[in-house]
């Protein structure tokens, strides 16, 4: 039998909860969520702003939980009986304390990583990479928030030799007590951009607050920075009030120490040579945008920092593909021609829009025609939201962009100084614009599809991909 992920008695240590029921030996893994939930889970029972996972105690069990960890004041509201349960004051606490033990316990070398634009790909790289060199764990998902880093940090099994966190923020003051749980050995932020800015005061604010990420640096930890963001200099001087021993930048600047040499970027991915601290590797990333190769640099740095292979790692990011919604790229070859979706749908700021415009740009027009963008509005921008919405016109022109589809209150500003001939579509809302996006759409078209999460541009990739797959195509 394998050993569990926790033994029972060290998430009782780790809660200091109470228990009603027979006890388990152990748990497998942790799971918030019923419905992906695998059996010999511990399930906890999260209350969230719209929903309560004590309602969901019972499916949890049916599912194949082993254990539930549940707040003592809903009691009342679990069927009786209905398995172990380790009762505590407040499960999200609960979570954490268990969290810090994983910590405590693990002696993996953790790498943590943050930024206005790029977190969730930049995991994954490092997570990609550091694989090569042993058991390495990190949140399967974009788990980077109050809830889902010390989650993320539960689930870290004692065998594990390198340990992947993203952290985010769209408040200051919230990644700090998230570094501190995580106590990264390195710490890597991408960029610093107008992400949030709606809740800041200034840009200089949003990069005071992506400086939390040093709060929690293990002892002379390293701190892997991009040296051409004009915040390099502040982060640098808060990682070293942090106690960071040692500082390295990234990028194309001449003091770089992960610097590009030379890269081409081309419609499919692009190739580049970098100095990787001394050592100089030949890379090629499967997803095209220079965005992506710069944080490569991030990503190979911290393989360097952490003294394995360069060279092995950057012969690992060819097969690196983009995680859904962020890049992934879907061709469906229909009786009539070529279609290609580029899902950018996940989340969009001024910066990842500018980036995801570039890469629509660099579609070959000998094998897709018209370049089409489908774009929702970037939301938390507070108000900057109007400037920042028109400054994309620019971008859109740049990219050769043959039409554009737009939907909600700040794009339609961006349609509007649009030449005529550019406006596909515009509708208030992405439920509306659906239906004239699927109209349009024929052989030997690129479109790419882009905006917040809320402005709820993902169901139209989806509309589009089942109408596609309809038509014969290969999803």
Same mark, same amino acid.
């Given at each position: 039998?394998?050993?569990?992920?926790?033994?029972?008695?060290?998430?009782?240590?780790?809660?200091?909860?109470?228990?009603?029921?027979?006890?388990?030996?152990?748990?497998?893994?942790?799971?918030?969520?019923?419905?992906?939930?695998?059996?010999?889970?511990?399930?906890?029972?999260?209350?969230?702003?719209?929903?309560?996972?004590?309602?969901?105690?019972?499916?949890?069990?049916?599912?194949?939980?082993?254990?539930?960890?549940?707040?003592?004041?809903?009691?009342?509201?679990?069927?009786?009986? @209905?398995?172990? #349960?380790?009762?505590?004051?407040?499960?999200?606490?609960? =979570?954490? +304390?268990? &969290? !810090?033990? *994983?910590?405590?316990?693990?002696?993996?070398?953790?790498?943590?990583?943050?930024?206005?634009?790029?977190?969730?790909?930049?995991?994954?790289?490092?997570?990609?990479?550091?694989?090569?060199?042993?058991?390495?764990?990190?949140?399967?998902?974009?788990?980077?928030?109050?809830?889902?880093?010390?989650?993320?940090?539960?689930?870290?099994?004692?065998?594990?030799?390198?340990?992947?966190?993203?952290?985010?923020?769209?408040?200051?003051?919230?990644?700090?007590?998230?570094?501190?749980?995580?106590?990264?050995?390195?710490?890597?932020?991408?960029?610093?951009?107008?992400?949030?800015?709606?809740?800041?005061?200034?840009?200089?604010?949003?990069?005071?607050?992506?400086?939390?990420?040093?709060?929690?640096?293990?002892?002379?930890? @390293?701190?892997? #920075?991009?040296?051409?963001?004009?915040?390099?200099?502040? =982060?640098? +001087?808060? &990682? !070293?009030? *942090?106690?960071?021993?040692?500082?390295?930048?990234?990028?194309?600047?001449?003091?770089?120490?992960?610097?590009?040499?030379?890269?081409?970027?081309?419609?499919?991915?692009?190739?580049?040579?970098?100095?990787?601290?001394?050592?100089?590797?030949?890379?090629?990333?499967?997803?095209?945008?220079?965005?992506?190769?710069?944080?490569?640099?991030?990503?190979?740095?911290?393989?360097?920092?952490?003294?394995?292979?360069?060279?092995?790692?950057?012969?690992?990011?060819?097969?690196?593909?983009?995680?859904?919604?962020?890049?992934?790229?879907?061709?469906?070859?229909?009786?009539?021609?070529?279609?290609?979706?580029?899902?950018?749908?996940?989340?969009?700021?001024?910066?990842?829009m500018r980036a995801a415009l570039a890469v629509l740009g660099q579609v070959p027009r000998s094998r897709f025609g018209r370049r089409l963008a489908v774009l929702g509005d970037m939301l938390e921008l507070g108000a900057a939201a109007r400037e920042l919405h028109e400054a994309l016109r620019d971008p859109i022109l740049a990219a050769g962009v043959d039409k554009v589809y737009a939907c909600g209150p700040h794009m339609a500003r961006v349609y509007e100084a649009l030449p005529e001939a550019q406006r596909g579509a515009y509708a208030a809302t992405a439920e509306e614009l659906a239906p004239l996006v699927l109209e349009a759409v024929r052989a030997g078209d690129a479109v790419m599809l882009k905006g917040s999460l809320a402005s709820r541009i993902g169901p139209i990739v989806a509309a589009l991909k089942e109408r596609l797959a309809g038509?014969?195509?290969?999803?």
């Amino acid at each position: 039998m394998a050993e569990p992920l926790w033994r029972w008695e060290a998430l009782l240590a780790a809660t200091g909860g109470a228990v009603a029921g027979d006890s388990p030996d152990g748990v497998s893994g942790i799971s918030i969520d019923s419905r992906t939930l695998a059996p010999g889970d511990l399930f906890v029972a999260i209350k969230g702003d719209r929903l309560d996972g004590h309602a969901y105690v019972e499916a949890a069990f049916a599912r194949g939980a082993v254990a539930a960890l549940v707040a003592r004041s809903a009691l009342a509201q679990i069927p009786p009986q @209905v398995g172990p #349960l380790i009762v505590v004051d407040d499960t999200l606490a609960g =979570l954490e +304390a268990i &969290a !810090r033990a *994983a910590r405590e316990r693990s002696g993996a070398r953790v790498i943590a990583v943050t930024g206005s634009v790029g977190k969730t790909g930049t995991k994954e790289a490092l997570r990609h990479c550091f694989a090569a060199f042993g058991p390495t764990h990190a949140a399967e998902k974009s788990y980077n928030n109050h809830w889902g880093v010390p989650l993320t940090l539960a689930r870290l099994a004692q065998s594990a030799r390198f340990g992947i966190f993203e952290i985010g923020m769209n408040h200051a003051g919230e990644i700090t007590p998230l570094s501190r749980m995580v106590r990264p050995h390195v710490a890597l932020v991408t960029t610093v951009a107008p992400v949030h800015i709606g809740h800041f005061p200034s840009l200089d604010a949003i990069a005071e607050a992506k400086a939390e990420i040093f709060a929690g640096l293990a002892a002379d930890g @390293v701190a892997i #920075l991009n040296r051409d963001n004009a915040y390099f200099d502040l =982060l640098a +001087a808060r &990682a !070293r009030e *942090a106690g960071a021993g040692r500082i390295i930048g990234f990028g194309s600047d001449d003091r770089a120490e992960a610097r590009l040499l030379d890269a081409a970027f081309k419609e499919d991915g692009s190739q580049f040579e970098a100095d990787i601290l001394g050592t100089i590797v030949k890379a090629r990333l499967a997803a095209p945008g220079r965005h992506l190769v710069e944080n490569a640099l991030g990503v190979l740095a911290a393989v360097a920092a952490e003294g394995c292979d360069v060279a092995v790692a950057a012969a690992c990011l060819a097969d690196l593909t983009p995680p859904e919604g962020r890049g992934a790229r879907t061709t469906f070859e229909t009786p009539d021609g070529p279609i290609l979706l580029i899902d950018e749908s996940y989340n969009a700021n001024p910066a990842s829009m500018r980036a995801a415009l570039a890469v629509l740009g660099q579609v070959p027009r000998s094998r897709f025609g018209r370049r089409l963008a489908v774009l929702g509005d970037m939301l938390e921008l507070g108000a900057a939201a109007r400037e920042l919405h028109e400054a994309l016109r620019d971008p859109i022109l740049a990219a050769g962009v043959d039409k554009v589809y737009a939907c909600g209150p700040h794009m339609a500003r961006v349609y509007e100084a649009l030449p005529e001939a550019q406006r596909g579509a515009y509708a208030a809302t992405a439920e509306e614009l659906a239906p004239l996006v699927l109209e349009a759409v024929r052989a030997g078209d690129a479109v790419m599809l882009k905006g917040s999460l809320a402005s709820r541009i993902g169901p139209i990739v989806a509309a589009l991909k089942e109408r596609l797959a309809g038509r014969g195509g290969d999803p």
